[in-house]
C-alpha cells in the first residue's frame, strides 16, 4: 500500500530540513577550520616603501595567531587601482586582503571609471595606524625649509618636481594641496611604489617628495634625507621627526593631509573569518617589535574593530573628496 500525499510531503519536509541542518553545519565547521592555507595581503605597491613595510611587520604574528603563513603580494601600479582590483575580485574566504591606504577612499574621486564597485566591493578588517608624511630632500638639496621650496618654486614655476608613489596617494595629494595652498607650479612624477620614488630622489632625478613617515624615518634618521616639515596637523611624536615643524607652522596655514594603513578584505567574506583576521592582525600591530619598529617612524598604532575602521575610511573618503574638488586636484 502506497503512502498518502501529505505523508509523502511530511517525509520530504523533514528530509529537506535535516539536508539543510547538515549543510549548515558543515558550513559552520568548514569556517571554523580558517585558515587551512596560507593568508595573502596585497600590497598595491612595489617592495620597499612604507605600505609595504608595515604590512611585512604585521606577518610573522599574524602567521603565529592564525597557524598558517602569511604572505606579501606586492602588486604596483595605477595608483593602488592594480592591486586593489585584485584584492576586489578574489574570492570572499578570508585568504586575499589588501594593505590600503588613503588612495583607497581617494580613487571614487579621482577616477570616473574603477574596474570595481568601490562601495560594494570591500569589508573592513581593521585600521592598523595613521601616520604623516614628510617633506623631504635629499641631503645635498639646497633646500633648508618649507619656504626655500617655495621660494625656489615661485622663481621657476614648472621646474621644479615632487616624487609621489602614485596617483591618488598620499604623497601625491600631499603635493598637490601644497601647490593650491602656496599658488605654486611643482611637476608632479609618480612611481609604482615609494621604494623606486625614493631611489630617484637620492639620486637627484626628482626634487622633493612628500612621503610616508614610515618610509622615510630610518632615511632621515641616518642623514640620507632632510625633513623639512610633516603634513599633519600637529608635529610626530617619533623621535626621527619630533624636532620637524608641521607644513601650517612654517608658512603654509591650513595645511594638513596624515596618511593611514589599513586591511580590507573582499565583501562577503564570513563574520566570524573578518573576527579571525581582526585578533590576529590587532595582536600583531600590539606587539612590542611592531611598536618599536614602527612607531618610532611616525605610525600611531590604531588596531581597533572593523566597525571603528569603516566609520573612518567613510569620513576620510568625504573628507578627501571635498579637498579633490575644492582643489581641483586631478591624476593629471
Partial sequence: MYPSL????????????ATAVVAGFQAASARAAFPEKPVRIVVPFAPGG??????????????????QPVIIDNKPGAGT???????????????TLVMATVAHVVNPSLQPKLPYNHEKAFTPVMLVGVS?????????????????????????????????????????????????????????????????????LLGGQVDVMFATAAAVGAMVEKGQLRALAVTTATRSPAPALAKVPTVAESGVPGYVADSWYGLFAPAGTPADVIEKLNSAAKKAAQTEAFRKKLEAEGLVIKAGTPAEFDTYAKGEEARWRKVVKDNNITTE
Avoid: C, W
Fill in 6 to 17: 501529505p505523508s509523502v510531503r511530511s517525509r520530504l519536509a523533514a528530509l529537506l530540513t
Fill in 50 to 67: 612604507g605600505t609595504d613595510l608595515v604590512a611585512r611587520s604585521l606577518t610573522t604574528v599574524m602567521g603565529q595567531e592564525l597557524g
Fill in 81 to 95: 587601482i592594480i592591486g586593489t582590483d585584485i584584492a576586489a575580485k578574489s574570492p570572499a574566504d578570508g585568504y
Fill in 132 to 200: 604623516p608624511n614628510v617633506l623631504v630632500v635629499r641631503d645635498s638639496s639646497p633646500f633648508k625649509s618649507v619656504k626655500d621650496v617655495i621660494a625656489a618654486a615661485k622663481a621657476s614655476p614648472g621646474k621644479l618636481s615632487f616624487a609621489s608613489q602614485g596617483a591618488g596617494t598620499s604623497a601625491h595629494l600631499a603635493g598637490e594641496l601644497f601647490k593650491n595652498l602656496t599658488g605654486t607650479n611643482l611637476i608632479h612624477v609618480p612611481y609604482r611604489g615609494a621604494g623606486p620614488a625614493l631611489t630617484d
